[in-house]
């Protein structure tokens, strides 16, 4: 069974850090593409960092540059979101997404059910 689990939200400061986790099992971990994706209420569902299969390339929204990194320990089936200097602007439920290109184009694309992040003081 396919399942990706996050995990690590919580309320936090201003200023304060967060580490998310997103456990994978029932699938190869280590050939799909993560991305974390935040949706706040009221607003679209926005990529916030994404890492290649084998962790090799990275990339983040404009937003969250400089203070969030993403990771991946593809031994532990999980891939993380560190985030630190946490803004009020930064509450979102936060998911993550696995996705896998086969050579014949089809795609397969699993979710997370999310973890609340609340940064307020």
């Known amino acids: 069974q396919v399942q990706l689990v996050e995990s690590g939200g919580g309320l936090v400061q201003p200023g304060g850090s967060l580490r998310l986790s997103c456990a994978a099992s029932?699938?190869?971990?280590?050939?799909?593409?993560i991305s974390w994706y935040r949706q706040a209420p009221g607003k679209e569902r926005e990529l916030v960092a994404d890492?290649?299969?084998?962790?090799?390339?990275?990339r983040y929204a404009d937003s969250v540059k400089g203070r969030f990194t993403i990771s991946r320990d593809n031994a532990k089936n999980t891939a993380y979101l560190q985030m630190n200097g946490l803004k009020p602007e930064d509450t979102a439920i936060y998911s993550c997404?696995?996705?896998?290109?086969?050579?014949?184009?089809?795609?397969?694309?699993?979710w997370g059910q999310g973890t609340q992040v609340t940064v307020s003081s």
């Open positions: 890492i290649t299969d084998t962790g090799g390339s990275t």
């Open positions: 029932g699938f190869t971990f280590s050939s799909y593409h």
């Open positions: 997404n696995a996705v896998f290109h086969t050579a014949l184009l089809k795609i397969y694309s699993y």
